[in-house]
Each structure stands twice: as C-alpha cells, then as structure tokens.
C-alpha cells in the first residue's frame, strides 16, 4: 500500500468543518419544524386535555367523595382505638410505677396528703390540750 491509498484521521479531513455545519443546520431546521408543528397542534391538543379532563372530573368527583367518606369513618374508628390503648396503657403504667414506689418504700402523694391531714389533726389535739392545762396551772 502506498502513502496515497491510507486513510486520513477524521480530523485532517479538509470537508469535516462543512460536514458539521450541515448537520448543524439540518438539527436546527428539524427542531424549528417540530416547534412550528407543536405550535400548530398545541391549541387543539390543549383543548382535547381540557375536555377530557372536565370528563374525568365528573366521572371520578363523585366516587373521590365517596372514597373519602370512607376513609374518614376508618381514621375516626382507628382514632378511637388508639385513644383507648394509649388510655389503657397510661393505666397500666401508673399502677406499674405506682406498684414499683410501693415496694421500694416510697409513699404515694395520696399517703402523704393523709399523713399530712393527720399531723394537722394532731397538732390541733396539742394545742387544745396545751390550752387545757394552761387552764388549770393557773
């Protein structure tokens, strides 16, 4: 093979430039096309949205309400459950602590509202007998 019959790189081929112009020219062309096109069909293509989607609409408004209906009475249901358990649950974690401060000794508020209900009634049976007896020193 001689120097002649060799291919040349891509790069040094001398009608490369105008190759890409071409092809260039030939996207901008197709694109101004489709754009033209789209502009040309957009207004029937939104209307035919429009209607179809007014057809939807009415076709889906009633049962979305009926769907919706549905899922608040589940929420209200599971709402009145959860109210319930999570009640329960308070329940049975005071008397667990309740429970638990028992055994280690620790009285409850309730104890020392008595306790303290009985002091007072004490003090008062003191100070009564006190009054008594200063009565009868003098």
Do not use: C
């Not at 209906?69 to 008397?95: C, M, S």
């Amino acid at each position: 093979m001689s120097d002649h019959d060799e291919k040349k790189p891509p790069t040094e081929d001398p009608q490369l430039p105008g190759k890409i112009k071409d092809s260039a020219r030939q996207i901008w062309l197709a694109g101004l096309g489709a754009y033209n096109k789209a502009g040309e069909d957009a207004g029937k293509f939104f209307d035919r949205l429009v209607s179809e989607g007014e057809q939807l609409e009415n076709k889906t408004r009633g049962m979305v309400g009926k769907h919706v209906k549905t899922v608040e009475h589940k929420v209200d249901d599971v709402r009145d459950k959860a109210t319930g358990t999570w009640d329960k649950l308070e329940t049975l974690f005071d008397q667990r602590v309740s429970g638990a401060l028992r055994r280690l000794g620790i009285p409850r508020h309730e104890d020392i509202t008595a306790l303290e209900q009985r002091i007072a009634e004490l003090e008062q049976s003191v100070a009564q007998l006190r009054g008594e007896r200063g009565d009868e020193e003098e």
